[in-house]
């Protein structure tokens, strides 16, 4: 097994082995349930895209908190050092542990499939939005996963991984909207800028290239930077 | 390729402006345990962790197993067992777990680690905590586990940061015999300001202090280097003048400096210290004869690895 898949096990068998894990995933359970069915039975119509509108806010602020402690508290306890010492590549220990981290938002997000379900049994469910929709999910919580990570790897303090993290998911949020705030010239950029604009857009089942390259563009330049930051301590 | 294992050439490495480790030179032949000694804050472990490829030189070069630490690090580390300093290993995870995962760390075969995950846990003590989690240990099984951990893949060889910091007395000669057995076909590096366990284990010693390396050699060696300076003599008192026989002592050819020292009632004590490395028993006995005193004992104190390790990192007399 590559050594990137050892430690994204290892990452997972962590969060399920602490309360982290359940905690994260019964909150993001219970307050997308609520929400969805209260907007649902207002609204009557067998559709998710209430549902996917609360994502991006949440996802602001559990993803932080199941990233922050990812390398900050490998470095802190020193961890790393053992880590790093065995024949393992810094980018695999980076993509171990965001495999990890979006593999626990996986499971939660994938719980939100049982409303689906329960959807289409009270009314006809338009499949496209839907399956973009998750699609959508899917890479948005990566660019957040990734985002978090990245943090994680340039602090030892958990805390200031949460904090950061927070910041930057915030302010891609925010970008969206502010577009009417910005100068006309600006308003295309700080829209294409924006994280949940284009998880919109996937999530009316037109699936984008520009889209899907925003957000791996996003995953991958974090992973990239988190990979720096950890090979730094070879030439600081 | 020769058969040093481990070759470090000028290595240095800079922490902002200050100097922790400053040109350090010395190699480690196949076969050998080398005690790296120094007081704490001198630089063992930030030399190893760049032996370990941890930390990159500053400036210098260190070469593991034929491989450059910083342009072949890969190859190193799969050829290095590691101890670090205070042992962190993962909390959440038990003693059998955190071997499996090093275990697949390490890409070893699936069919034999579990065999070799059971041997050196058994060798290190570990079969009564393995299904403990590693939060919950003591010191001494923490530092087995690390131990263990090291020593997984059987690699050529082993760099351990202060082995036996935290173990028992017992454990402590366990630990020490399984480095020595180990250190017969393996390179051993190990840490420690404990000097009777260099003494116990190591066939080389390099000691540093701070940053720099003052000495390099058998124990044997190093001892020999500070040793045939000092002499205890006591002499019964008979109404002879301390003083004077002082005297006598200090005007003896090849005598630095004699002086005084307390001693049991009714006999004079000195402490007497060689210019130069002969042997002065001789001159001192015939001293005492021609001058009709009644010696009561004569004895050259051969210098400790205690006192070679504190003139070369004090830089004071012992």
Known sequence: MSPALVISRREIRTYFNSPVAYIVVTVFVGITGYLFFTQLFLEKQAELRQLFGFMPFLFMFMVPAITMRLLADEKSTGTLELLSTMPVRDWEVVVGKFLAALALLGTAVGLTLVFAVSVRSLGPLDRGPAIGGYLGLLLMGGAFVAIGVMCSAFTRNSIVAFIASFGICFALYLFGKLTQFVPEALQPLIAFLSIDGHFENIGRGVVDSRDVIYYLSIIGTSLLLATTSLESRRWR | ?318
């Open chain 2, 1 to 318: 390729m020769s058969d040093a294992m481990i070759e470090v050439e000028g290595l240095t490495k800079d922490y902002g402006a200050a100097r922790a480790v400053d040109q350090v030179t010395f190699n480690v032949r196949k076969g050998e345990v080398l005690g790296f000694l120094g007081p704490n804050g001198a630089g063992k472990s930030t030399t190893m962790k760049m032996l370990t490829c941890y930390l990159a030189p500053t400036a210098g070069r260190a070469r593991v197993a034929g491989f450059d630490v910083f342009d072949q690090s890969l190859e190193v580390r799969r050829r290095i067992g590691y101890l670090p300093e205070d042992t962190p290993i993962y909390r959440d995870m038990t003693v059998l777990e955190y071997l499996q995962f090093a275990a697949e760390l390490r890409q070893m075969d699936p069919a034999k680690s579990p065999g070799r995950i059971k041997e050196i846990g058994g060798r290190c003590g570990l079969p009564e905590v393995a299904g403990k989690l590693v939060g919950e240990l003591s010191k001494g099984y923490r530092q087995r586990l690390g131990l263990a951990q090291a020593m997984l893949h059987d690699p050529d060889i082993l760099i351990l940061d202060e082995p036996t910091s935290g173990l028992d007395p017992n454990q402590i000669v366990e630990i020490r015999s399984l480095i020595k057995e180990i250190g017969r076909e393996k390179t051993v590096i190990l840490s420690t300001h404990i000097l009777p366990e260099v003494q116990a284990t190591c066939s080389r010693i390099v000691i540093i202090s701070g940053g720099k390396l003052v000495a390099d050699g058998t124990p044997q060696d190093l001892r020999q280097r500070e040793r045939g300076s000092r002499y205890r003599v006591i002499v019964e008192k008979n109404g002879a003048a301390p003083e004077a026989v002082r005297d006598r002592l200090a005007s003896l050819a090849g005598v630095a400096r004699c002086e005084a020292v307390a001693g049991e009632q009714g006999a004079l004590a000195f402490a007497i210290d060689g210019a130069a490395t002969g042997d002065l028993r001789k001159t001192i006995f015939r001293a005492v004869v021609d001058n009709h005193w009644t010696l009561l004992e004569l004895a050259r104190e051969s210098a400790s690895l205690e006192d070679v390790f504190r003139h070369l990192t004090t830089g004071e007399e012992s």
